[in-house]
């Protein structure tokens, strides 16, 4: 069965604090790792989307980056403004995406 | 620019009364979703639609149902809401070309039922 975790389940920062996220899969067969940032009472958004292992990307002040085995979202110098649930999905072979429960990140000022 | 639309964002209804949610998409993809989340928990494929042919997830409850009269707009019916299927819902979409697109999903509507 497909799964995907994701630790911690909270995070609670303060700004300036650099700190990652993790998300590990167990699929059969990885056509991708998306990664979305959800507010409260919204849903989610698109951050970014890694295809094969050794793959990164940046936005902002996160950066993702992806193994055969996990997902990595690093956060550095975290806001205020970036205190959201961090969610991760994956696509297996089947192509349906499986999400894990999500990183709830609390940065203070 | 809205790109994923759901109305309403907030809908109450009650015990057993139907309940329609609409979403509808400018960017012209050919696949839409419908998720269920539930607070804290991960979003629950509840179905989807590529292009017209309507692929049903296995554990999807029958009191769901869904309709997609055109590329633009999808609904999700619920013929008979009961106390658990209270939640956030969520519309997607994707392009549809690879099988692994991206997924662009919409604001979500609140169902709450009493």
């Known amino acids: 069965e497909d799964q995907v975790t994701q630790s911690p389940e909270a995070l609670r920062l303060q700004e300036g604090e650099s700190s990652s996220l993790n998300c590990s899969y167990t699929v059969s067969g990885l056509r991708g790792l998306f990664w979305y940032r959800q507010d409260p009472g919204k849903g989610p958004e698109f951050l970014f989307t890694?295809?094969?292992a050794g793959e990164e990307k940046e936005k902002e002040r996160l950066k993702a980056t992806l193994t055969k085995k996990e997902s990595f979202l690093h956060i550095t110098a975290p806001k205020p403004e970036d205190s959201a649930t961090y969610l991760c999905a994956a696509i297996p072979n089947d192509y349906k995406l499986s999400f894990g429960a999500g990183t709830t990140v609390t940065v203070r000022a | 620019d809205a790109m994923v639309i759901q109305n309403p964002r907030y809908q109450v209804t009650q015990f057993g009364k139907p309940v329609t949610l609409s979403c509808s998409q400018t960017l012209n993809h050919n696949v839409m979703y419908w998720y269920q989340q539930k607070s804290s928990q991960a979003p629950k494929l509840l179905f989807h639609?590529?292009?017209?042919?309507?692929?049903n997830e296995a554990d999807t409850p029958d009191n769901f149902q869904s309709r997609r009269p055109n590329t633009s707009f999808c609904f999700l019916d619920i013929r008979s809401p009961g106390l658990g299927d209270a939640a956030m819902y969520l519309c997607?979409?994707?392009?549809?070309?690879?099988?692994?697109?991206?997924?662009?999903f919409g604001p979500g509507t609140r169902l709450t039922v009493l």
């Open positions: 639609y590529y292009d017209k042919d309507f692929n």
């Open positions: 997607a979409t994707s392009s549809g070309g690879t099988g692994a697109d991206t997924q662009y």
């Open positions: 890694l295809y094969s």
